[in-house]
């Protein structure tokens, strides 16, 4: 036979389960539009991790500017940090196409449709800055396709 359960710890795991379904008095409050006084409003936390292709949490190069490339310290940042999000590997934050390292163009050479280019989300020809906020990684063969339009301008 078992032993009885324990009333006390019972009514302590219920209790702990409806305080999880159950929102605060001011989180309901605060969904109604009515803010409980006194209290601050519940704010998200901010994420921990940047989101994938969003790369304004670098900071800008000390030449900033519009309609200019980017620094070498600044795609080398973008590209360490897009490998990083996407375990070991650099992806288009496009289609999510592994990349290959781009290299210097030779003559007669065609590159890898899938090498890394860096975009200037906003074209650099159109007044598009050199800011990370301002990047994105693609393939060589989206980046082409795009050539220097505005997404969704087209």
Same mark, same amino acid.
């Not at 209290?39 to 309609?67: F, H, I, M, R, T």
């Not at 999510?96 to 781009?102: A, C, D, H, I």
């Given at each position: 036979?078992?032993?009885?359960? *324990? =009333? =006390? ?43 994938? @292709?969003?790369?304004? *949490?670098? !900071?800008?190069?000390? *030449? ?17 940090? *897009?490998?990083? =999000?996407?375990? @070991?590997?650099?992806? #288009?934050?496009? #289609? ?28 650099? !020809?159109?007044? @598009?800055?050199? !800011?990370? #906020? ?12 795009? !050539? ?7």
């Amino acid at each position: 036979m078992w032993p009885a359960p *324990n =009333q =006390q710890a019972m009514s302590d795991a219920k209790g702990r389960e409806a305080a999880k379904a159950k929102p605060a008095d001011g989180a309901k409050k605060a969904e109604d539009g009515q803010a409980d006084a006194g209290q601050p409003p519940e704010v998200a936390p901010a994420p921990a991790k940047p989101v994938p @292709g969003d790369y304004s *949490n670098l !900071s800008d190069p000390k *030449n900033v500017g519009a309609g200019k490339d980017f620094t070498p310290a600044t795609k080398r940042k973008i590209l360490e940090q *897009n490998k990083k =999000q996407n375990g @070991g590997v650099v992806k #288009s934050d496009k #289609s999510g196409t592994p990349t290959v390292p781009s290299v210097k163009s030779t003559s007669g050479v065609t590159p890898p449709a899938n090498e890394a280019h860096l975009d200037h989300i906003f074209p650099k !020809s159109k007044g @598009g800055t050199n !800011s990370p #906020s301002n990047a994105r990684v693609l393939t060589r063969e989206e980046n082409r396709e795009k !050539s220097d339009k505005v997404e969704g301008q087209e």
